[in-house]
């Protein structure tokens, strides 16, 4: 087997670093001295190390964080923000190269990936917000408070910023995770302690040495890297918090609520999702087979939004399953760094044994492994696609987000459309969803039925900057993305003037 491409002299120099804790705009040491080692998921070997902070360097940053938030960075005007923001997303463009091998290094992530993340989503997502700071408005109010007469009182809405945001992100897309916190948080006027993902930290160092070259003022935003028990939990509990932004599990999330209720901070939660895919007999085909391959197969299936419980209608069934089968072993399974792979690794051997786990229940509860089902022999934590059919609602990795790349197939007939809807609502999840039809009527008829954030026609995991993005049920609180996802990180202020 041929080595990965090797990374680039500036990408070697960054990963050689003896990395730290970005706060108050300088690098500081870890106070305990405590570091981890990070891994590249594509070899299984170590890649760097970084700075594990804990509990008193998140009280470092939220210090410096509150600081910035009453000092210098209150002092910028809205297009002030705008302009700095809108540079980020020049300087991300500007070192494109570089984050791209930073994060598929991290992540796993085929090339492919990383690019569209780093040369289009990103700055595209940052010069959506930085048109936002200028257009943040509260309003006038018709109010007639204690008895008052028009003209004798005036009322408004003030629209401020929450104050100091920690953000908490996960490893699956750690750029594009940090980048839907970042984005709104400077937009509004807050500042930030980042925590990104132990498995995944080197993207958010380098995105904070380039938020302060864009201008942003020392203390703005703060990156602890670290543990989710020690310094994620710290910071959720954080009397110095006024919000904690979350993704991740599920479980994770009932964790931050808890935490957040000594200051009952706010809480904004992106959390799992379990997403139906959803084909009637008239869709086209040459458009479901690879959208389906992609909904479950993309990062791997580490993806919050993952299309993994396909129903097909009986007539066009089989045909589906061999074609989303077909592409899933013609997959290029390989290290991120080299163009030709088309499907990385999971982001750890844990994960790839939580991912055998729930493969073998489908094959002993029953289900018919269609393709993939293990793990390919080679350095690096692979794992086949794969794709299970004769599923049943009842089957546990139907039931249970798996965040790999397991699609669980049932059918369905002309009869059975009430059972769909039933089922595709069945769990505790309610992220998103896809419905693939030429009708216009059946395909609105399943939108309005789908208890999910979104859900799209004829394309699955439909992304934009202007769109919000959030879940229903356990799959969080708040939006993100978009106008919405501007509004957890304000507070409104009524004000009545008598005069
Ligand atoms: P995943 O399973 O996708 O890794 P997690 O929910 O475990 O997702 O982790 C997402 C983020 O939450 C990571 O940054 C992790 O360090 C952090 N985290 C994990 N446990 C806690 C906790 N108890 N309190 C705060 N943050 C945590």
Not at 319 to 328: C, L
Not at 429 to 443: H, K, M, N, P, Q
Not at 486 to 494: A, D, R, V
Request: charged letters at 20%.
């Amino acid at each position: 087997m041929t080595p990965p491409p090797s990374p680039s002299t500036a990408t070697r120099a960054f990963l050689a670093r003896p990395h730290a804790l970005y706060i108050g705009g300088r690098w500081v040491a870890p106070l305990a001295g405590r570091r981890f080692d990070v891994f590249d998921p594509g070899t299984g070997e170590r890649i760097a190390t970084a700075a594990a902070g804990d509990a008193a360097d998140i009280d470092a940053a939220v210090a410096a964080a509150r600081a910035a938030f009453t000092g210098p960075w209150s002092k910028f005007t809205a297009g002030e923000r705008s302009r700095v923001i809108w540079k980020l997303a020049d300087l991300i463009e500007q070192h494109a190269a570089e984050l791209i091998e930073l994060e598929v290094l991290d992540n796993g992530q085929p090339l492919a990936v990383a690019q569209h993340v780093v040369r289009n989503l990103a700055p595209e997502f940052f010069r959506y917000y930085a048109g936002w700071p200028t257009k943040i408005e509260g309003a006038t109010i018709p109010a007639a408070p204690q008895g008052r007469r028009p003209g004798e009182v005036l009322s408004f809405t003030l629209r401020e910023p929450i104050g100091v945001v920690g953000a908490i992100t996960p490893w699956n897309a750690p750029l594009p995770m940090l980048m839907v916190k970042l984005a709104p948080a400077l937009a509004t006027g807050c500042t930030l302690v980042l925590k990104p993902a132990e498995l995944t930290p080197l993207t958010a160092l380098r995105m904070a040495e380039l938020c302060s070259e864009a201008g942003v003022p020392d203390g703005v935003v703060n990156v602890v890297t670290g543990f989710g028990e020690t310094a994620g939990a710290a910071l959720a509990a954080h009397p110095g918090v006024d919000k904690i932004a979350f993704t991740g599990s599920t479980e994770v999330g009932r964790l931050i609520v808890k935490a957040a209720t000594g200051n009952l901070k706010k809480v904004s939660l992106e959390l799992g999702g379990k997403s139906p895919v959803i084909v009637f007999d008239d869709a086209v085909l040459e458009q479901v087979i690879p959208g389906a391959a992609r909904a479950c197969f993309f990062l791997q299936g580490q993806n919050c939004m993952a299309g993994t419980r396909l129903y097909v209608h009986e007539k066009v069934h089989d045909q589906v399953v061999e074609g989303i089968a077909t592409i899933a072993r013609s997959m290029q399974l390989g290290h991120g760094l080299d163009p030709a792979s088309q499907f990385g690794p999971l982001i750890s051997a844990e994960q790839r044994e939580r991912v055998r786990g729930y493969v073998e229940a489908g094959r002993r509860e029953g289900g018919e492994l269609v393709c993939g089902g293990s793990a390919p022999a080679r350095p690096g934590w692979f794992f086949q696609p794969t794709v299970f059919a004769r599923m049943s609602a009842d089957m546990t990795p139907v039931k249970n987000e798996i965040f790999g790349p397991v699609l669980c197939v049932q059918s369905f007939g002309d009869d059975d459309l009430e059972r769909v809807a039933r089922e595709a609502n069945a769990t505790i999840y309610g992220l998103s969803g896809s419905v693939w039809t030429r009708d216009i009527g059946r395909a609105l008829g399943m939108v309005r039925r789908i208890d999910s954030g979104q859900v799209s026609v004829n394309m699955h995991a439909a992304v934009d900057p202007a769109m919000p993005f959030g879940g229903n049920r356990q799959s969080g609180w708040g939006r993100e993305f978009g106008k919405e996802g501007l509004e957890p990180y304000l507070k409104t202020k009524g004000v009545s003037v008598a005069w």
